[in-house]
Every structure is written in C-alpha cells, then in structure tokens.
T-cell receptor
C-alpha cells in the first residue's frame, strides 16, 4: 500500500484567488495523479504527474488553470488558479504502485 | 476509451443481509478491476480487487466476481453491518496505467 497525506484538508477561498494543494507520499512512486470529485459525483482525472516531465492533462483541464509540480518522487502540488464557485470540489491525490492505485484523504475546497 | 457503468446508484439493506453492486466495462483490454470504499470526508480506500486471470476473489465478507466474456464484475458484501455504509466505486484499468471509475453506489445498512 501507500501512505498519502494532503495539505490542506479543507479550505474556503474567495473567487479569483488561487490555492495550492500539497501531496506527500511515504515512499518513491513514479506515477502520481490528481482527481477532482464534485459533490455526490465520481472521480474525474485532472492530470498525471510524472517526475522530470510535464504533467499530462485530461480533456477539459488545462495547465493555466491547474498547474502541477512534481519536484521529486514523493511530492507533488496542484494549484487551482483564478477560482470560481464551480471549482468547489474535493481534490484527491493518488499514486500507482504495482498496478494498484491508492488515494490521499482529499482536500475539500469551497469557493465563495 | 474505456466506459464503466455502475448500478445501482443507491442501495439500502437491512443489517445482516447481502448487498450486490454491479459494473460493466467496454474495453476488453482492461485487466485489473479494483473496488473502493469512500466514507464521508475521506478519500477512496481500496477494499478488494480482481485481475482478469481470475474469476472470483474473496476476503472475509467481501467477494468480487468477474465475467470477462460479458465484461461485467460485481461486488458482494455478506452479513452487512452499519459500518459498511459508504459510497462504493468500481474501476477498470489496463495494467494500472489509467483507471476509469464507475459513478458510485451509496450503500446504507439499516440497523
């Protein structure tokens, strides 16, 4: 398995501002993922972050809105930029190890 | 790409009864099928998985079955308990490279 922590666990932000979410893993992993989960919905993949390369974004998500950093094999950040109320969601970090995927506890974001 | 459908969206059972959640997938290349349990305010937790070379897997009160021909797999929870109440997600993956999730089932176990 993998132990994943996220910071912050929740935040309330004003529209037009940005928030950076941190994800820390207890050991080195190649692939890290960022998901969005809107209230009562399933998980939507935002992007895949591999160390040493640019993140790969899914359709509907762009780097200017969701810049991602992956400075090493245990850490990644996701920034939600120029926020609007539609960005209110749970943001989840996950890692893949031995074909299995494990999730962090999530960051609950509310944009007013 | 892969499309995963999950049914039912909500399920209520009496404590001690069984619960069954079903998923179908579209891509025959998918070979790994995990199930996740998500409790309120927490991230999804892997509870059981099955690979395409196996038809059934059991872990205490939880079992998963896979029918590759029909492209469907199911989660079975026996002797349900109130702590089983949560949202359950199925997923399909090709060798763990990308995961496609179902829409979730909200399970309520009534004491």
């Amino acid at each position: 398995s993998a132990v994943i922590s996220q910071k912050p666990s929740r935040d309330i932000c004003q529209r037009g501002t940005s928030l950076t979410i941190q994800c820390q893993v207890d050991s080195q992993v190649t692939m890290m993922f960022w998901y969005r989960q809107q209230p009562g919905q399933s998980l939507t993949l935002i992007a895949t972050a591999n160390q040493g390369s640019e993140a790969t974004y899914e359709s509907g998500f762009v780097i200017d809105k969701f810049p991602i950093s992956r400075p090493n094999l245990t850490f990644s950040t996701l920034t939600v930029s120029n926020m609007s109320p539609e960005d209110s969601s749970i943001y989840l970090c996950s890692v893949s190890r031995d074909r299995e995927q494990f999730f962090g506890p999530g960051t609950r974001l509310t944009v007013l | 790409g892969e499309n995963v459908e999950q049914h039912p969206s909500t399920l209520s059972v009496q404590e001690g009864d069984s619960a069954v959640i079903k998923c179908t997938y579209s891509d025959s290349a998918s070979n790994y099928f995990p199930w996740y349990k998500q409790e309120l305010g927490k991230g999804p937790q892997l509870i059981i998985d099955i690979r395409s070379n196996v038809g059934e897997k059991k872990d205490q009160r939880i079992a998963v079955t896979l029918n590759k021909t029909a492209k469907h797999f199911s989660l079975h929870i026996t002797e349900t308990q109130p702590e089983d109440s949560a949202v359950y997600f199925c997923a399909a993956s090709i060798a763990g490279n990308q995961f496609y999730f179902g829409t979730g089932t909200s399970l309520t176990v009534i004491p």
